[in-house]
């Protein structure tokens, strides 16, 4: 399990769309950032994001339990607009069945990605 949840970080570099379909149910659900959605093709579109490009992501921990896998991760942008490279990390739980991802849940550091691009101010903490 743990490497369909590996094959789908890596769509993020990649870009390939058949391979998210090998790994990814069509009718997935998705809980994070205070909503949830169903649909592969909000994947999608996270895949085909404008502005930054996935060149690296880097999985520090992962474990599985269960029909469940667990990673915590940096994913390694390039702001296209700057080509500055920025990272941000996240945390997600995958429920697999039938060898595909069929829900997650995660947040990721959007506050720690807008710091690297200027959006907030650098000194401001929570």
């Known amino acids: 399990m743990d490497e369909i949840v590996r094959r789908y970080l890596q769509v993020f570099v990649s870009g390939d769309l058949d391979e998210l379909a090998a790994v990814v149910a069509d ?3 998705i809980h994070g950032a205070g909503t949830q959605v169903q649909g592969r093709h909000h994947v999608e579109g996270a895949v085909r994001q404008v502005g930054l490009t996935c060149t690296h992501m880097e999985v520090h921990e992962l474990f599985t339990a269960g029909d469940r896998v667990v ?16 990272t941000i990390s996240g945390l997600k739980m995958y429920r697999l069945s039938g ?11 959007l506050y720690g990605l807008m710091r690297q691009l200027g959006r907030v101010p650098a000194d401001v903490t929570l």
């Open 71 to 86: 990673v915590y991760f940096t994913q390694h942008l390039r702001h296209d607009a700057t080509g500055r490279d920025v």
């Open 27 to 29: 009718d997935v659900v």
């Open 99 to 109: 060898g595909l991802i069929t829900e997650f849940w995660g947040e990721t550091d």
